[in-house]
């Protein structure tokens, strides 16, 4: 097959948990496909060693964590962010698509995710000045080359500091981002508020939600816009007099310091004349999606709309936070998928929209995508013992949405599919459940029977083990 020529450095750039981590010779994160849950079990009893000192700012503490490469695999880590795919199926199709080479014109940036994205952008921009700089001078005609940025979720943030806060913007000729929370996610401050409980005694949980609370990173995907309800209306998290308990004050002001920094300095690029267009945000639509949040005691209660209006997104991610500060929703530099958060990138659509913007010229021939687009939810977590509920809403754009017959194929560790014709409710919502589960990491995948499973919207599930009190709940 004929690969598709990129002259440029591709670099692509992980979002938080997606780096393994390595602790004096062993490897203390780094699920592979099939251990995802025994690897969340193993890294809840490792917390001590990696939790973060308090003033640690953007810093690195010296603790002896280093990354190593980015996660292959499903990894999750309940309390911090859910269940999202790995990354070898991606980096594989870029390699196979276009004429990418490691060590030469194509950079996996593994990276801390605890730390602080002010830290990792600095680390990004040291090895995108040195693999850019080996690249140029490799050939004559690579003189000129500049690099292109595919950043998953967390990592938008990272690439976006170095585009705009670091001078990567001069070298840059475009920064995609897939699924990032350019105004953060209500689901990061739900894990820090909330917290997350592991079993009837719960322990190693108090453990990791201690761990949580202490990353810059988490504080970092915090809202940036006002999604907490109050007598005033909607406030921001660090607008809530007395603070927000289990939210430290000093990271969540710095991480609002951090988001003004790279929407101060993008729209001064701008109005200096820059393009409007160096970040394309690749936006998850029309999946239910926690948007804003009430406060009751010492915790959140989730909300998927926001005065009112019901405005979707990945699944975690809203819609409209998906968007740099700098692109309007409506300005067609924009692209969208009906597709899940975890499952972003492997999307058939998310992949046609980065070979258009990485190959010379697009393809011929396109995909039609889901005749019925559909919004799918299935919890982030369940206990074995209980059955895994699925939800289906099909897009009411089209005629027949309410008469449909849809189906969903569940996927786990022992990778045998199982299949359910979901039960129509009426109104365009469909439900089904599995039952008689295994811990582990799981895909249901949800389309119309009359479309091609191509176009269908996965959805990821962590089941946990509920032996010896060992399950998790929030």
Partial sequence: MRRESIDDLVVVVPGIMGSRLMLGGREVWGPSPTAVWQAVRTFAGSVRELALPRDIGDDHPGDGVVPTG???????????????DGYDTLTSWLRREFTLRPGANFLEFAYDWRLSCRYNARRLA?????????????????????????CH??????????????????????????GTPHRGSVGALDSLVSGVRLGRRGPRATQLTGFARTLPSLHQLVPDYACLESHRGLLKPREVAGGLPGVDPALLKDAGTFHAEIRDAALERVGRGGSDRL?????????????????????LWLRDTIEGRDEGGDGRVPRFAAYPAEVAPDSGSARTAFATHGALKAHIGVRESLF??????PRVHRSTGPAYPMGVRVPEQSPAAEPLPVEARASGDRAGSDELAVRAELTG???????????NLGGGHYSGRFTDLQPGAYRVTVHAAGDAAAGAVTALALISDDENGDTWHK
Avoid at 126 to 147: F, I, K, T, Y
């Fill in 356 to 361: 258009d913007q990485l190959a010379p010229a």
């Fill in 70 to 84: 980015l996660v292959p695999g499903l990894h999750a880590l309940p309390g911090v962010w859910p269940l999202t």
């Fill in 413 to 423: 560790p022992d990778g045998i599919p199982r299949h359910r014709t979901l039960r």
């Fill in 153 to 178: 979720s967390m990592g938008g943030l990272v690439g976006r500091y170095y585009v705009e806060c670091l001078g990567g913007a001069e070298v840059t000729r475009r920064l995609i981002t897939l």
């Fill in 279 to 299: 970040c394309l945000p690749v936006v998850g639509v029309r999946q239910p999606t926690v948007t804003t949040a009430a406060l009751e005691g010492e915790l």
């Fill in 126 to 150: 040291r090895r995108v000045d040195e693999a850019l700089g080996r690249w140029r001078a490799s050939a004559p005609e690579r003189a000129d080359a500049r690099v292109r940025l595919i």
